[in-house]
């Protein structure tokens, strides 16, 4: 299974669409969305193309081919106008022979363990920061962020298929 993972896009429509048409061309089954969706958040600049209600738009016709976890900046309310669940702290994925735990991250991430077994994949946003970090026991991916990155990184996100992540931007 062919599966684009990405994290934070903070309701930009110009970045949203940017990732919309990158889920198209690249064929994947899913798309993976890690929270924070519409919108940006206090500790947040508004991201290039603020427009929650064109985010909306743009994600609803692809909801069978969807699956989100919450971020912190989601709501109920959110979930008023998304006709996806998004409100789900976490989903246990098992594909390709990987076991991933996918959240934000402000709840549960490196410092703050979910229960993982030897060789889980941990999957996360929330930081803005592309990451790929095999631990102990776990391996750490992060596919940054769709609109706002940090720490000089691009906008970005990550494709998974066949038990390899690549790590592409927008």
């Known amino acids: 299974m062919k599966l684009l993972i990405a994290s ?10 940017k990732l919309v048409r990158a889920f198209e061309k690249s064929k994947a089954e899913k798309m993976i969305l890690l929270g924070d969706i519409l919108y940006h958040g206090p500790r947040n600049d508004l991201p290039e193309g603020y427009a929650p209600k064109e985010v909306t738009s743009l994600l609803n016709p692809l909801k069978e081919k969807l699956l989100c976890v919450r971020g912190n900046c989601d709501t109920e309310v959110d979930q008023m106008v998304l006709d996806f669940p998004v409100m ?38 929330h930081t803005h920061i592309p990451a790929f970090e095999k631990h102990e026991r776990f391996t750490y991916v992060n596919p940054g962020s769709v609109s706002i990155p940090k720490n000089g990184s691009e906008h970005s996100y990550i494709i998974l298929e066949n038990g390899k992540f690549r790590f592409f931007t927008l």
């Open 8 to 17: 934070d896009i903070h309701g930009s429509a110009y970045w949203c669409e």
């Open 88 to 125: 789900a702290e976490y989903a246990y994925i098992c594909v390709d022979g990987l076991n991933i735990f996918a959240t934000h991250g402000h709840k549960f991430n490196c410092d703050a363990l979910p229960p993982l077994s030897n060789g889980d994949i941990l999957l996360h946003g």
